[in-house]
C-alpha cells in the first residue's frame, strides 16, 4: 500500500474550514469485467477482511451443504455475516450447529467484546459470559466446520491454511476474483482464520460475479447456484447479515432485493447490485471501497456503528453518484450520510463531514 494509491475521498470542516481528510479508494466493475468506474487507484492491494465471508461459504454450499443440513435462508445469511452477538443471532449460530453437529467448543475464533448495549446489558442481567458464539465471525466458523464434517476431514485444525478447507475456500475465492492463486496474498484474520489480499478491482469482479454468475461466466453450475443462495440468503434476511446498528444491515433493508452489503475492518466494504438494479445494463456491478486510514472512531456517529462512519457516507456518494438509490431511500439513510452533522460534547453543530470525489467513468 501506497499513499499514491489513495486519493482524498471525505473531509471534515469545522466551521468552513477544512480540519481533516481521509483517503480512499473506489473500484466499479462488471460481471464481465469492465471498470465501470474508479477513484484513486482501482488496482490498489489490500486485504477484504470480513467482506470475504459470501466468498468464503461457497464451496460447502456448491457441494450440497445446503441440502445435506436442510439449512434455511436466514442460516446462510448468518454464515456470511459479521453479525452483533445479540440473542437471536446466537440462536440461529445454535440451530446450524444442532443441525450439521458443529459443537460451539470447536470454534477457533475466539471471543471479544460486543459492541450492542441492549445485549451486553441483558447478559450482565443473566450473569452470562462471552462464548465464541457471540463472536461476529461464528456463523461463518461454523460453515467451515460443517464443512469439514461433512466431508468427513478433520475438525482440530480447519482453520489452518493447509486444511484442505481452506484451501478450497482460497481457490473458489481466487476463481471469482479472476486470479490465480499464487497472486492472492494469504494472511490471518482477526478470527484466526485465514483472509485474502487482491486489488480492488479483482474484489470488485467477485462480488458482481457473485451477484451475476451467468454473466461472470462461473465455473459450474452447483458455484453458480451458490452464488445465487448467498445473494438470496443476504438479501431476504439483512439482520443476520450485521445488527439493527449496522450499516450492512440498514443499507440492504433500505433497497429490498436489489443489492448486498458486507463490510470488513480497516476501512473496507463491499457491495453487489443485483442485475434488475442496473436496469438497461446486462449484468450486475461490484463496488468496492476502501479507506486509507482504516476508518475507526466510529462512535463519534450516532448509531455507534463499530465498523466506522466514513465508509457508510462514501458508500451512500458512490451510490447516489451512479443513480441507484432513490431520493426517499438516500433520506431513509441519511443519518449515515453521505454528508452529515459534527456535534460536540453538548450536541451542538460544530461542522460538517462530506465527500470530496467524483467518480471516473471508463
Not at 344 to 362: A, K
Request: net charge negative.
Amino acid at each position: 500500500m501506497t499513499s499514491s494509491q489513495y486519493a482524498p475521498i471525505f473531509e471534515l470542516l469545522r466551521d468552513g474550514t477544512v480540519e481533516s481528510i481521509h483517503y480512499g479508494a473506489v473500484a466499479v466493475v462488471d460481471a464481465r469485467g469492465e471498470m465501470i468506474a474508479w477513484w484513486g487507484d482501482p488496482c490498489a492491494v489490500t486485504y477484504l477482511r470480513s467482506s470475504a465471508k459470501p466468498m468464503q461459504v461457497l464451496p460447502f454450499l456448491e457441494c450440497g451443504g445446503q441440502a445435506q443440513f436442510a439449512l434455511s435462508l436466514q442460516e446462510i445469511a448468518l454464515m456470511c455475516a459479521s453479525h452483533s452477538g445479540s440473542d437471536d443471532h446466537v440462536a440461529v449460530v445454535r440451530g446450524i450447529q444442532a443441525k450439521t453437529g458443529v459443537r460451539e467448543s470447536d470454534l477457533l475464533c475466539g471471543v471479544h467484546p460486543l459492541s450492542n448495549k441492549a445485549t451486553i446489558e441483558a447478559m450482565r442481567l443473566r450473569g452470562e459470559e462471552l462464548t465464541p458464539n457471540r463472536n461476529n465471525c461464528s456463523g461463518k466458523h461454523t460453515a467451515m466446520l460443517a464443512y469439514a464434517r461433512m466431508c468427513g476431514l478433520a475438525v482440530e485444525n480447519y482453520i489452518d491454511p493447509s486444511h484442505p478447507v481452506q484451501r478450497d475456500i482460497l481457490a473458489a475465492f481466487a476463481e471469482m476474483c479472476g486470479l490465480p492463486l499464487e497472486q492472492v496474498a494469504v494472511g490471518i484474520d482477526g478470527c484466526s482464520a485465514p483472509n485474502f489480499a487482491v486489488p480492488l478491482y479483482n474484489a470488485a469482479l467477485a462480488f458482481a460475479r457473485l451477484c451475476d454468475p451467468l454473466v461472470g461466466g462461473v465455473r459450474t453450475p452447483e458455484r453458480a447456484a451458490a452464488c445465487r443462495m448467498v445473494c438470496a440468503a443476504m438479501s431476504s434476511y439483512p439482520e443476520m447479515v450485521g445488527g439493527k446498528d449496522s450499516f450492512d444491515t440498514r443499507l440492504i433493508r433500505a433497497v429490498p432485493e436489489r443489492l448486498i452489503c458486507k463490510g470488513g475492518a480497516e476501512g473496507f466494504l463491499a457491495i453487489g447490485l443485483l442485475p434488475q438494479e442496473m436496469g438497461n445494463r446486462s449484468s450486475a456491478l461490484g463496488i468496492v471501497i476502501k479507506i486509507s486510514d482504516g476508518d475507526l472512531g466510529g462512535h463519534s456517529r450516532p448509531s455507534g456503528d463499530p465498523l466506522g462512519r466514513i465508509r457508510p457516507a462514501v458508500a451512500l456518494e458512490v451510490l447516489r453518484q451512479l443513480d441507484v438509490l432513490s431520493p426517499a431511500e438516500l433520506e431513509a439513510l441519511a443519518e449515515y450520510g453521505p454528508t452529515f452533522s459534527l456535534r460536540n460534547w453538548r450536541h451542538l453543530t460544530i461542522g460538517i463531514g462530506r465527500p470530496c470525489f467524483s467518480l471516473h467513468y471508463g
